[in-house]
């Protein structure tokens, strides 16, 4: 596995502010809905990490067509991503993002689910329930979950259940970066499914000014339509708090960067501080050497009661060395451990390192607590994990609370980790669905 720096300026995808901040009603026709698709099964395709065999840190990359479940005929595609975050006596669980593009937006889902031991599939006759995370176009600002059974005579079935997207108080944003990526290839030799792309730039107002950061990963899924498709977690941090954003972006399969011109929109997933339950969508368009990105941001859904859920951890992050020898971006941290304090369960998920900095590697990507009986929580962003475990390291972290299922279906917020030796208290502050 080979690590390869991309110099070009336009290689990272995005950027930063030129804020217009406002309160603006909006007149939304959406409303709680419900509807079913069904997608094809046979587009999983295995790339193995760390261990030979079946182990922690395997990648699984997914794309499949997403079909009308009455006529069967085509509407849509399916791009996502799963890592095997626990192996069981059984079962494998797998942590996982997908993006379901569809004729009138995007609907982006993650969470846990599980695959047997000997197959890379859902395990049969189980229904998986996931959280939707946000959307674009007609599902823009909406949260929810996803039901998702595997079929015995192939394929799934994936129901959609939204809330209600928020009515009033958007607000924009602009925000401009220039920079690299890292490229990391994984699997075959050359660009293929499972490669991953870790970003790490600086953000910038319409003057150059720096105002914040940008830190993220993407992982090729596929290619279509003469283009390269990536399915990503991107965090923007400013000095008021920080925006996730995710979905899918393009870009042409002879060279590095977004495809010039087009606009790329993309889900807002949740964020922190000022933007603490945001939701609504992140547009990127490749302008000449850098990126503009224009946020279109709604409130979080739901009343503004705050419930608060706590939970304790002990244990450590496994971690699998992806790239070059040593702690280097695109190396994986596993988190399976159990929890305990407003409920019993696990932690689960895989952050990628994306940069040694300040002393520390700082991580991206998504983690979900399972309670027993409960549901989940799934939340996301960046934190950071010290280079030497003889470090004195005792920081909190706020991370965007991105949605959740049973008890927590619809969740937003943000999680404040604090960390003390091997152990963590995790308090989330929810705003009720």
């Known amino acids: 596995m080979t690590i390869h720096r991309i110099r070009s300026k336009t290689a990272i995808l995005v950027a930063v502010f030129g804020a217009t901040a406002g309160a603006a009603a909006l007149a939304d026709a959406a409303r709680a809905e ?4 069904v997608t094809d099964g046979g587009g999983i395709r295995a790339v193995d990490l760390g261990r030979p065999g079946k182990s922690q840190g395997d990648l699984y990359v997914l794309n499949g067509d997403v079909r009308d479940a009455a006529t069967g005929g085509q509407v849509g595609h399916v791009f996502g991503e799963q890592i095997s975050v626990a192996l069981g006596r059984r079962v494998e669980t797998v942590q996982g993002s997908l993006t379901f593009e569809l004729p009138d937006g995007s609907i982006v889902a993650g969470g846990l689910s599980r695959y047997p031991l000997d197959a890379n599939d859902l395990v049969l006759g189980t229904r998986f329930v996931r959280p939707i995370l ?11 979950t996803l039901t998702t059974m595997r079929r015995p005579e192939g394929g799934y079935e994936q129901r959609f259940d939204l809330s209600d997207p928020a009515t009033t108080g958007q607000r924009t944003l602009e925000v401009y970066s220039p920079g690299g990526v890292d490229h990391i ?9 499972g490669d991953m792309s870790v970003l790490a730039g600086t953000l910038t107002d319409a003057g ?8 993220g990963v993407q992982s090729e899924i596929t290619t279509a339509d003469g283009q390269h498709v990536a399915v990503g977690q991107i965090t923007y941090v400013l000095a008021d708090g920080a925006i996730v954003v995710g979905g899918t972006s393009r870009r042409p399969l002879e060279a590095g960067g977004l495809v010039p011109q087009a606009a790329f929109e993309r889900a807002v997933l949740g964020g922190t501080g000022a933007y603490a339950g945001v939701s609504g969508t992140a547009t990127t368009v490749r302008d000449g050497d850098r990126y503009r990105t224009t946020f279109a941001l709604r409130p979080g859904t739901g009343s503004s009661t705050v419930r608060r859920v706590t939970v304790r951890a002990r244990g450590v992050a496994r971690p699998v060395d992806v790239g070059e020898g040593g702690r280097t971006p695109g190396d994986l941290w596993i988190y399976s451990v159990p929890v305990r304090g407003d ?5 689960r998920g895989a952050l990628v390192a994306v940069r040694v900095e300040d002393g520390a ?10 309670l027993r009986g409960r549901g989940q929580i799934v939340f996301g962003g960046i934190t950071a994990l010290p280079l030497s475990d003889a470090a004195r390291f005792r920081r909190s972290f706020d991370r965007a609370v991105l949605g959740g ?16 030796g091997h152990g963590y208290r995790m308090t989330f502050s929810l705003g009720a669905p």
């Open 34 to 37: 419900s509807f079913t698709y």
């Open 134 to 144: 946000g959307g674009t176009g007609r599902y823009a600002g909406r949260r929810g």
């Open 185 to 193: 290839d994984v699997g075959d030799p050359g660009l293929s499914p």
């Open 208 to 215: 150059g000014r720096a105002i914040g950061r940008l830190r």
């Open 343 to 347: 409920g019993r369960g696990y932690i």
């Open 361 to 370: 590697e700082t991580l991206a990507g998504s983690v979900t607590v399972e």
């Open 405 to 420: 299922t049973g008890d927590f279906a619809g969740a937003h917020g943000t999680v404040r980790t604090v960390r003390r």
